[in-house]
Nanobody, 123 residues
Framework: QVQLVESGGGLVQAGGSLRLSCVAS????????MAWFRQAPGKERDFVGI???????LYASAVEGRFTISRDNARNTLYLQMDSLKPEDTAVYYC?????????????????WGQGTQVTVSS
């Protein structure tokens, strides 16, 4: 069972940047699609973006053009570069490994959920 640990969150002003990391143990990420989700207080967990094994990414419309997902398979690490941050990006951010073939934005298709990392964007 893979275990994922997110880090890199913090408090940033609107327009700023953060880079999140997700380190995997107990398994490798190279053979799996990996995604980022986020959950704001009182809201459902939302899809942010996915890194496919064949080297492309896909993003939610809310973050397209501002967020970039990358992976370092040698380090077993997934990244989320977040630029031009907005107050509405405030949430706990999670990474996860896709283990089922259903909708890629459906969090039930993933496992390895860690504790998440808090991102707070002030206006």
């Amino acid at each position: 069972q893979v275990q994922l640990v997110e880090s890199g969150g913090g408090l940033v002003q609107a327009g700023g940047s953060l880079r999140l990391s997700c380190v995997a143990s107990g398994g490798t990420i190279s053979s799996s699609a990996m995604a980022w989700f986020r959950q704001a207080p009182g809201k459902e967990r939302d899809f942010v973006g996915i890194s496919w094994t064949f080297g492309s990414e896909l993003y939610a419309s809310a973050v397209e053009g501002r967020f970039t997902i990358s992976r370092d398979n040698a380090r077993n690490t997934l990244y989320l570069q977040m630029d031009s941050l907005k107050p509405e990006d405030t949430a706990v951010y999670y990474c996860a490994r896709r283990t089922r073939s259903g909708g890629y934005s459906d969090s039930s298709q993933y496992d390895g959920w860690g504790q998440g990392t808090q991102v707070t964007v002030s206006s």
